[in-house]
């Protein structure tokens, strides 16, 4: 047996109280929402923009060639003269590999970079040989202040490292 079924009054009160409670909800309901010719306005204030999603691409960067210890049967060979000549040679190479050349040469006050690239693959005499001449006009000064250079052959094995003076 229900409480509200004993007094007559009580369910009266309850069903007043509910109306009365869903008549102020209606209410509010309405007094929030705003009129339709108010947002119609608002509409024609605000532009409508168009955008339209842009694909970027992040910049490479580069990666460190960290020197790793030469495979077994490749030798590294530098070779320099007075005359701003360097001769690099490289035994032991995989036939088809396409090395890749970083030399850095740096002095007190200058600091030189060359990337070498787009050599023709390694042949069967698993050789590569590179020589670059920089010149008289480079070696001006060096008796006092020689180049230290770096020489770094990326293959696919790891990377060749070895360092020289220029004379």
């Not at 007559?8 to 209606?26: A, G, H, I």
């Not at 590999?97 to 002095?107: C, N, Q, V, W």
């Not at 590179?130 to 008796?143: A, L, S, V």
Request: hydrophobic share 40%; charged share 25%.
């Amino acid at each position: 047996m229900r409480l509200g079924s004993l007094n007559p009054l009580s369910t009266n009160l309850t069903r007043r109280c509910f109306m009365l409670l869903l008549v102020v909800l209606v209410c509010l309901l309405f007094a929030c929402v705003p009129p339709l010719a108010d947002q119609a306005d608002r509409l024609e204030e605000e532009p409508l923009v168009i955008v339209t999603p842009e694909e970027v691409t992040p910049e490479p960067t580069p990666t460190e060639a960290t020197c790793t210890p030469l495979p077994e049967g490749m030798t590294l060979q530098i070779e320099t003269n007075a005359y701003g000549t360097i001769y690099v040679e490289v035994e032991g190479l995989l036939p088809g590999e396409e090395p890749l050349l970083l030399l850095t040469l740096e002095r007190e006050n200058q600091t030189m970079s060359l990337k070498a690239r787009d050599f023709a693959p390694i042949g069967q005499d698993r050789r590569f040989e590179w020589i670059n001449d920089f010149g008289m006009e480079m070696m001006q000064g060096c008796r006092d202040d020689p180049w230290q250079g770096e020489v770094k052959i990326v293959h696919s094995r790891g990377v060749a490292c070895e360092e020289f003076t220029l004379p």
